[in-house]
């Protein structure tokens, strides 16, 4: 079955980088398009980044976060820099196969300012 498992996350100071896993299996990871979203508490759900033929971010993470893949590991990578206390968040992984999403159990980023 189709599992996405996040990792990575912790507590860094404002200023400061963490690197976040998602470790897929189960499908033909090559060629899905992977989103990272992340929420905040009482915030709703935002889409950070998301990889395919091209690279997206929301412009509150431009130049700071790097998405990318490795598509024979079946691994996404989230490199976040320069980290503010607003990027504080579960952050998860996400896979759509047409009507049918599949997210990973999130994994906790907080930053301290």
């Known amino acids: 079955q189709v599992q996405l498992v996040e990792s990575g996350g912790g507590l860094v100071q404002a200023g400061g980088s963490l690197r976040l896993s998602c470790a897929a299996s189960?499908?033909?990871?090559?060629?899905?398009?992977m989103n990272w979203y992340r929420q905040a508490p009482g915030k709703q759900r935002e889409l950070v980044a998301g990889?395919?033929?091209?690279?997206n971010y929301a412009d509150s993470v431009k130049g700071r976060f790097t998405l990318s893949r490795d598509n024979a590991k079946k691994m996404v990578y989230l490199q976040m820099n320069n980290l503010k206390s607003e990027a504080t968040a579960v952050y998860c992984c996400l896979v759509q196969f047409g009507y049918t999403t599949y997210w990973g159990q999130g994994t906790q980023v907080t930053v301290s300012s």
């Open positions: 990889i395919g033929g091209s690279t």
């Open positions: 189960g499908y033909i990871f090559s060629i899905y398009d």
